[in-house]
């Protein structure tokens, strides 16, 4: 997917910045998966003032469900950065969601749906209402 007007970077460093704090609060952090922060990271465009800024806030995981439905729709955008689905990156993501609240199997299932769907061809909005009437088919 490219870089939409309708997404606001911020909001998807944010939850970037989510992910990475819980994923690195782990006893063990696979090396793989600090590749795939990395590579999301630059991708995005994360600056050392950013990471500054960072060590200032409190980061916390979002509770409420239109909080966890911009996370899941964050890590879709991150994985679409490139235009590539990986493997890893779908693990890495269901990690996360699997943080959030969702049921592993739920999550692997979202992910695939999206992963098959042409996202160059569909805009920001039709893969958002997608995992938006896909959650409310799982009644998240």
């Known amino acids: ?77 991150m994985i679409y950065l490139d235009k590539v689905v990986e493997d890893i990156e779908l693990e890495v993501a269901s990690s996360y969601a699997e943080k959030l609240g969702f ?5 692997g299932d979202l992910f695939k749906s999206i992963a098959t769907i042409g996202y160059d061809s569909h805009s920001a909005q039709d893969v958002r209402k997608e995992v938006e009437d896909f959650l409310k088919l799982q009644n998240i």
């Open 1 to 77: 997917m490219s870089k939409p007007s309708t997404i606001d970077i911020s909001k998807v460093k944010k939850s970037y910045f989510n992910l990475l704090a819980v994923l690195t609060t782990s006893d063990i952090i696979e090396s793989r998966y600090i590749r795939c922060l990395i590579k999301w990271g630059i991708q995005l465009g994360v600056t050392v003032p950013d990471l500054q800024e960072l060590e200032k806030t409190t980061v916390s995981l979002p509770s409420d469900k239109a909080g966890r439905l911009e996370a899941i729709y964050h890590l879709i955008y």
């Open 103 to 107: 049921q592993k199997g739920l999550v």
